[in-house]
């Protein structure tokens, strides 16, 4: 269930106590505060999201060793001819180089 920030208004129309109110995102938004009965009002903030991120992880992940070690393949695009070449992976099924303007000519039309 999703956790909400409300702000309390105290009777001199000042910001009191900040809180945490957990509710459905079906619930009314809360009129007043559970204790004091004071008003309050909702807090919009943007969320606190955990992220594990980092771009030495991603380079880490995309590394040859780690792609051919969970067992794929990584072509890679040659801009002057437009072929892919295997620049990752062990599997000797798996062409060095793909050719994907042959593969557009040979594929089934649709």
Known sequence: MPIYLYQEILPDGSDGES???IQT?????LKEHPKTG?????VYH?????SQYTEEAAKSKLSDSNVEKHG???????TL???YHKTAGK??????????NNLRRHSPSK
Not at 25 to 29: I, N, S, T
């Open 19 to 21: 809180f945490e109110y």
């Open 25 to 29: 995102m079906a619930d009314e938004p």
């Open 38 to 42: 004071n008003p309050v009002r909702k």
């Open 46 to 50: 943007s969320p606190n999201l955990n």
């Open 72 to 78: 794929f393949i990584r072509y890679e695009k040659d």
């Open 81 to 83: 001819t437009g072929r």
């Open 91 to 100: 599997d000797t099924r798996a062409p060095e180089v793909v050719d994907a």
